[in-house]
């Protein structure tokens, strides 16, 4: 659905029109561009997934993919050589214990990327993260929603906001509670289908498997199985 569409559908399910004085455009823009921002950041969709690549640079351990939304890179590579992402405390008392030290690890804080610039790699640096729902112009009736390939739900649940900012223009807030709890219902229900969905992806085995910890004194990380304090 476009902004167009929207538009429209918000005005009909609420029984108004812009011909009126009772709502104006600009009024009717506000709701959607709110009903929008809301939604779009309801839950971490899957949707605004993309990848960012450019040249490894060892003197650079600070790195700023500027649209992208904080804490969203889940892998990085550079040279097609794969990084191990570790919490940002971790990291930090790596860099103080090892400042040499060689291990392909990052982290992620303030928005910002940090790569371990000693690790013996070139090439492309390529990260795989959220980026930023673009800005919906609430002027352009063909642009179209985060949701607009195939995610219905989600353009509902904007329709629904939006009918509820037109229902407390109108002073009516019990009905106004009502199509905002509507718009939550269809977030929802998108979300368990987009739970659903990744509940029948498999972890191939030679991931190395999840107990995994990293070692910040030796280097390198260790399988907890084998720590001898593992059940304590």
């Known amino acids: 659905m476009t902004r167009g569409d929207l538009r429209d559908e918000i005005l009909v399910r ?34 605004p997934e993309g990848r960012v690549s450019t040249t490894w640079a ?14 969203s890179f889940r892998y990085l590579e550079v040279g097609g050589k794969r990084f191990q992402k570790v919490n940002w405390e971790d990291y930090k008392i790596y ?7 060689q291990d392909k690890i990052y982290s992620e804080f303030g928005g910002l990327v940090f790569v371990n610039t000693s690790a013996d790699v070139s090439g492309t640096l390529t990260a795989y993260g959220k980026y930023m729902p673009a800005n919906f112009d609430a002027t352009d009736d063909t642009t179209e929603t985060v949701f607009s390939e195939g995610n219905d739900e989600g353009n509902q649940a904007i329709i629904e906001e939006g009918i509820a900012y037109a229902m407390r223009r109108d002073g009516k807030l019990d009905e106004a509670l009502q199509h905002h709890n509507l718009a939550i219902d269809h977030l929802n229900r998108l979300w368990e289908k987009i739970k659903a969905e990744k509940s029948l992806e498999h972890t191939v085995e030679v991931r190395g498997g999840m107990f995994k910890r990293m070692d910040v004194l030796k280097g390198g990380f260790e399988d907890v199985v084998n720590n001898e304090s593992r059940f304590f």
């Open 95 to 101: 860099k103080e214990q090892k400042s040499t030290g």
């Open 14 to 47: 609420s029984g108004k029109d812009t011909t009126s004085a009772w709502v104006t455009d600009a009024i009717l823009n506000d709701w959607l561009s709110q009903s929008h921002r809301w939604a779009a950041n309801f839950k971490k969709w899957p949707f």
């Open 58 to 71: 060892s003197s650079t351990e600070e790195w700023d993919f500027e649209g992208y939304q904080s804490n």
